[in-house]
């Protein structure tokens, strides 16, 4: 991709995993809210949460990444972010956020999935801090699913 | 005359002066010898007698009329203004209030012929003077000028004591250039005359033959809508001799007497308006057609406040800018259209670029366009606390302490729906801080301050929402009073109220039934304050919270949301959850005993009066937790889609509420089942379920 760029993220907790999302997503990282469930909805979606008078749906990462259900603890977050610039943005509930780093392009590997497999499009690739390898998301992936067909709808605020 | 059509307007332009006539009577109050207050009041008066009249509201053209005549009196300099002068006139304006709703509710206005006020507006024309002569002078055009007028007694040429104004001296003077007349006369109709509008506008036409009338008094409107007596006085531009133009005019039957003489302006103002109309031929007038200004125009409302008339009750007053900001943006949508066209014929690269450019310009053209239709449905606050003036000062009399009302940002805008509702919390808070909020004048002198009192209401704009205060320089919200309160009524224990900070415990205010005025007063502390305030709020989708610094005053701060779109709804719990049902699609709610609950073919149905309805269990649909054991009645809601009626099983109805719909964005994907979510008055977000999908 690009030669020698920097990037920041955030690195969370989710289990014993490390992961990383770019910072340029976040909008905002608040402690655990009531969640209002959503009847029907994906399951990795635990439902709505009220932002200061805006409503945001909140959607579990580990359920997502398929870790399992959440324990909510003290440390847990709620990381708000923008999969685009314009999109409206949504709630990613993580086990702990830990820091900031930042790191070269040139840290930053790729993973080869294969091309069906639905993983692909959730990863950024592998970043190396150190010692450590983390798990960069992809959030436009996570967040935008491939089949969304449903039509922008922002509501009326 | 069929007047049920002006109805509308009549209602909202009687508002507008009773309004304006509230203020300008509070400014009277304080400044009894302000000229332009008396005239304004003089005029909506006046104005408001004469639509009465046209209308047929006989007993408010009688009490307006006798209140006209006392502004006469006082206008006239006869008469001075006094505490009790403008309390009966208050009286008089809420009278009319009730004559108005009356009007407004029935179509007529009621019985009630307030003979009290009538009377004491009476023994106030006694006591204030004897001469009663000029009582009925109607509005001139120019009320500075009117004021000044001295009451000479002419004896029948009465259109010697009306003032002549600039732009009509001019005239005259010109007449004078031009080697014609002016002359001056008073027509006196018979007193038995049915029509003397139609009467006067006969003169009047006869009279224009021979030359231009330039001035009318009172107006060509009042005459026409029969606003004067019996006698009407001109002047007219005519070659002819004053004997000739009575001549005429008496050939008008029913027309009793006219007396005429030549208008001559003093040397001084010959040749200074002389010099003028050379000057300045333009402003050659046509007095006729000046009519009351002050008939439309409410005191200090802005200029956009007159641009429309409402002709139905849930109208909104559009500012004529917002309409042209929409009429742009509608064009742009066009421009973007042909853009969008002319891109086809482009080469490929060329039409990418263009596409996404486009694309964007449309995108921020539509984001503006919606914002804007949001705008025409933003009404200043004004229109709600434009009253609070009035009501502050009849506090002030009642609970016998002085206080002033101060008030910013009236013009801050607010959605229509919300500014229907939000009166009467803002009033409820007033009256709040009037009783238990400012402390009596002896305590206050004692405690070291003014010994007047002073209420801020403030309201402004704070980002996506609007925030008013009311606030109040009086003793603050005493804690311990608050918590030695909850602890006798058992609303907290003792321990609790230890533990509780000094915010948890001014948040008692809010709850249900408490009030802390020691004693009842009639003003407030019937208990139900705070809470119906806060419940209000609430469903305007609004925070309110309250700051208070003891011996310093209370602050009770209202945030709403600047944007709404908000819907009625049935607040209801399934399973631990709340859910909204919007109000429109309900029919009724029924209880139903599990007996009666039949099953045709394997659906659960009811029998509701002859009608087979299909019963849904929402619990089940929503996957709510289920009631541990099964209740023998079952609380459905009917529902209504078209023609097909459904029943929903809800566990419990909490009850009609007001919401303000926010959309649960994209992402989730739940078959419509909810059609967005709304924002309790607890920060809790409860979703609306869309009845439609689910029937």
Redesign the interface.
């Known amino acids: 991709m690009e030669a020698t760029e920097t990037k920041q993220y955030i690195i969370v907790n989710l289990g014993t995993e490390q992961y990383g999302i770019e910072i340029k997503y976040i909008e905002n990282i608040i402690v655990m809210q009531?969640i209002?469930?959503?009847?029907?909805?994906?399951s990795y979606?635990l439902?709505?949460?009220?932002l200061r008078?805006?409503?945001?749906?909140v959607?579990s990462l580990r359920k997502k990444l398929e870790l399992g259900s959440d324990i909510f603890t003290s440390v847990s977050r709620i990381i708000i972010v923008k999969p685009e610039p314009s999109a409206?943005p949504?709630g990613i509930i993580v086990d702990e956020v830990k820091e900031v780093i930042t790191l070269e392009s040139s840290d930053v590997e790729m993973l080869n999935y294969d091309e069906k497999d639905e993983k692909a499009s959730l990863s950024a690739g592998v970043g190396k801090y150190g010692n450590e390898l983390i798990n960069l998301l992809n959030i436009p992936g996570i967040?935008l699913e491939k089949e969304?067909s449903?039509?922008?709808?922002?509501?009326?605020? | 005359m069929d007047v049920s059509q002006y109805l509308e307007i009549f209602i909202e332009e009687t508002k507008e002066h009773l309004q304006n006539l509230n203020e300008q009577l509070l400014i009277l109050e304080k400044e009894p010898e302000n000229e332009g207050t008396i005239n304004e009041i003089f005029r909506a008066a006046h104005s408001l007698k004469g639509m009465a009249g046209t209308m047929g509201y006989k007993r408010m053209q009688r009490l307006t009329h006798d209140m006209e005549n006392v502004f006469s009196e006082v206008r006239g300099g006869k008469m001075k203004v006094t505490s009790q002068l403008v309390d009966i006139l208050f009286k008089g304006l809420d009278a009319l209030e009730t004559y108005l709703s009356n009007i407004q509710n029935e179509a007529n206005e009621g019985t009630e012929d307030y003979q009290d006020i009538l009377n004491a507006l009476d023994d106030f024309m006694k006591a204030g003077m004897g001469n009663a002569e000029g009582t009925k002078e109607a509005v001139a055009s120019n009320p500075k000028v009117s004021v000044q007028e001295v009451p000479v007694d002419h004896g029948k040429h009465k259109y010697l004591n009306i003032k002549i104004e600039e732009h009509e001296k001019k005239a005259i003077a010109k007449a004078g250039m031009l080697g014609l007349n002016v002359v001056g006369l008073t027509v006196y109709i018979q007193e038995y005359c049915v029509l003397k509008g139609a009467r006067a506008y006969m003169v009047n036409r006869s009279l224009e033959e021979h030359g231009e009338i330039i001035k009318l008094y009172p107006t060509a409107q009042d005459l026409e809508d029969e606003k004067y007596d019996f006698d009407y006085s001109a002047f007219i531009i005519t070659k002819e001799s004053p004997e000739k133009l009575s001549q005429l005019a008496m050939r008008v039957s029913e027309v009793k007497e006219v007396v005429a003489d030549y208008i001559k302006l003093s040397d001084a103002d010959q040749e200074a308006y002389t010099a003028a109309v050379k000057q300045d031929e333009a402003l050659q007038s046509q007095p006729k057609t000046v009519k009351d200004p002050g008939s439309l125009k409410a005191g200090n409302a802005p200029a956009a406040k007159q641009t429309t008339k409402p002709v139905a009750n849930r109208s909104v007053r559009v500012d004529i800018e917002k309409l042209d900001v929409l009429m742009n943006l509608v064009s742009e949508l066009i421009i973007a259209k042909n853009s969008l066209i002319s891109l086809g014929s482009d080469g490929e690269k060329q039409q990418e670029n263009g596409f996404h450019d486009q694309i964007e310009y449309l995108e921020r053209v539509t984001t503006n366009l919606h914002e804007s239709v949001m705008k025409v449905r933003m009404v200043p606050i004004e229109s709600v606390v434009n009253r609070f003036p009035r009501m502050i000062r009849d506090l002030s009399k009642k609970l016998n302490k002085d206080m002033e009302l101060f008030m910013t940002g009236e013009e801050t805008e607010l959605d229509r729906t919300v500014i229907d509702e939000i009166g009467d919390p803002l009033m409820h808070l007033l009256r709040n801080a009037a009783d238990h909020g400012l402390e009596s004048n002896e305590e206050r002198e004692r405690a070291g301050k003014n010994p007047v009192g002073s209420i801020f209401l403030d309201a402004y704009q704070d980002g996506n929402n609007v925030m008013i205060e009311v606030r109040d320089d009086g003793g603050g919200i005493n804690v311990e009073k608050i918590k030695k309160k909850a602890i006798e009524r058992g609303a907290i224990t003792e321990d609790a109220a230890q533990r509780m900070t000094d915010k948890d415990i001014i948040d008692i205010l809010f709850q249900p039934s408490f009030s802390t005025a020691e004693q009842v007063t009639d003003v407030s502390g019937r208990g139900v304050g705070l809470d119906v305030v806060k419940t209000k709020i609430e469903a305007l989708g609004g925070e309110i919270e309250a700051k208070t610094k003891l011996g310093e005053g209370s602050n009770f701060i209202i945030r709403l949301p600047l944007t709404l779109a908000i819907i009625q709804s049935l607040m209801v719990i399934i399973g631990s959850e709340k859910y909204a049902l919007p109000l429109g699609s309900i029919q009724t709610v029924e209880n139903v005993a599990t007996s009666e609950i039949k099953k045709v073919q394997g659906k659960e149905v009811i029998n509701l009066r002859g009608n087979v309805v299909p019963i849904v269990r929402l619990g089940n649909i929503l996957d709510c937790e289920e009631k541990e054991n099964a209740p023998d009645e079952l609380l459905v809601v009917i529902v209504k889609k078209g023609e097909k009626l459904a029943g929903m099983v809800v566990d419990e109805l909490i009850g009609q509420q007001e919401i303000v719909i926010k959309s649960i964005g994209k992402y989730i994907k739940n078959h419509k089942i909810v059609s967005g979510a709304t924002i309790l008055g607890n920060g809790e977000v409860a979703l609306i379920l869309d009845v439609n999908s689910l029937v």
């Not at chain 1, 439902?47 to 009220?50: Q, R």
């Open positions: 009531n209002t469930r959503v009847p029907k909805a994906q979606f439902g709505v949460i009220n008078g805006e409503v945001i749906p959607m409206a949504v967040v969304a449903k039509k922008k709808n922002k509501g009326t605020s």
